[in-house]
């Protein structure tokens, strides 16, 4: 029905200390997502492509520390030059006030600690009366651990990380390879 139940915004003033720190490093690209829509700077069309493969509705700003009339519920890096090899030992201090995810080779997110994919299953499952063991979930990286830990049916992708690869019960194929329809068809 469309309500919302809950959400988890990230404090300003933290959201400030990653974007100037990210521009600080520089060469990256910087995604502010609000509940109204995706804020960014940049449209150069290699990060364009990318990006849009993961965002529909989206506002181009001049500055995104301007941005102040919405709930900035995540921050992304965009690297294309590799999120893990390269951006994330600038980022990983930022544990201390927020989750930082890898959750793409070129990804890295910015949550509020509160706020993780397996915090979400979990309220899902209380609202609606749901066990793990009637749940069925699939993931590719980090994001998606804490996912798995509300699951019986978890299922890493063929192209995952190692680590959500452990994370995982199962395994299936790539999202190219049909992986999620080829065992909901089981």
Excluded at 30 to 48: H, N, V
Excluded at 56 to 78: A, H
Excluded at 82 to 97: I, L, M, P, R
Excluded at 111 to 140: C, M, P, R, V, W
Aim: proline share 2%; net charge negative.
């Amino acid at each position: 029905n469309n309500e919302q139940k809950h959400i988890q915004p990230i404090y300003r003033e933290k959201a400030l200390e990653v974007i100037r720190k990210v521009k600080e490093i520089g060469g990256k690209y910087l995604i502010l997502c609000g509940r109204k829509s995706a804020y960014i700077e940049e449209t150069d069309p290699q990060f364009m492509d990318p990006f849009l493969r993961h965002y529909e509705k989206y506002e181009v700003v001049p500055d995104l520390t301007k941005v102040e009339d919405d709930d900035i519920l995540k921050i992304t890096i965009c690297d294309l030059s590799g999120a893990e090899a390269n951006s994330y030992a600038h980022v990983k201090h930022f544990t201390k006030d927020f989750q930082v995810k890898l959750s793409g080779e070129i990804w890295i997110d910015f949550t509020d600690k509160e706020a993780q994919k397996g915090n979400a299953l979990k309220k899902i499952q209380e609202l609606k009366n749901i066990s793990a063991e009637e749940t069925i979930t699939f993931g590719d990286y980090f994001n998606v651990i804490e996912l798995f830990d509300h699951s019986a049916f978890s299922f890493a992708m063929g192209n995952a990380h190692k680590e959500a690869k452990a994370a995982a019960k199962y395994a299936t194929e790539t999202n190219d390879e049909l992986g999620v329809q080829n065992v909901l068809e089981r």
